[in-house]
């Protein structure tokens, strides 16, 4: 019996047979062992072997290279405020994480000064940002949100209130 042979038989992958066994080759403490597993163990190992190596050398299925993506697209809400009246609207925006952009070029000035006051509440108990993008226009954005400024670095938001 040749090396391949015998392993095979010690693995389970092939029978042995009785005139393979050559009793004059061994002594007593040789002996070979013979498999304790059924026929039927043997023939379903060598057939799961067999689906395995077929697994194996199956081909590649394309996939396809965008995949699609699990969450809605990202919402901003524009304000132009137009009277404290459109703070309810900013905030109820700010309560469902939507960054909110607030245009107060139209407002004057005590009414502009009440709508930021409200909105710096908002980011406090919200624990969110304020960004002022020009004069009288501020971003509202929610904890989470990342705002990349012209130098592709993140803004910590720190530098609204940072203003004398």
Not at 1 to 12: D, F, H, I, P
Not at 53 to 80: G, K, Y
């Amino acid at each position: 019996m040749g090396s391949l042979r015998k392993t095979g038989v010690w693995l389970g992958l092939a029978e042995d047979s009785e005139e393979d066994l050559d009793e004059d080759d061994y002594t007593a403490d040789e002996l070979p062992v013979r498999s304790r597993r059924h026929p039927a163990v043997r023939a379903a190992a060598a057939r799961a072997a067999a689906e395995r190596a077929a697994a194996e050398r199956r081909l590649p299925v394309p996939v396809d290279s965008a995949p699609e993506p699990e969450t809605e697209p990202m919402q901003i809400a524009t304000i132009h405020a137009r009277g404290f009246r459109d703070a309810r609207i900013i905030g109820e925006y700010f309560r469902q994480d939507v960054p909110v952009i607030i245009d107060l070029s139209g407002l004057d000035d005590p009414d502009a000064r009440r709508i930021v006051d409200f909105a710096a509440g908002l980011i406090f108990g919200r624990r969110g940002n304020i960004h002022r993008l020009t004069r009288g226009v501020f971003l509202l954005s929610p904890l989470g949100t990342a705002i990349l400024t012209g130098e592709g670095q993140k803004s910590s938001g720190g530098d609204f209130f940072d203003q004398a």
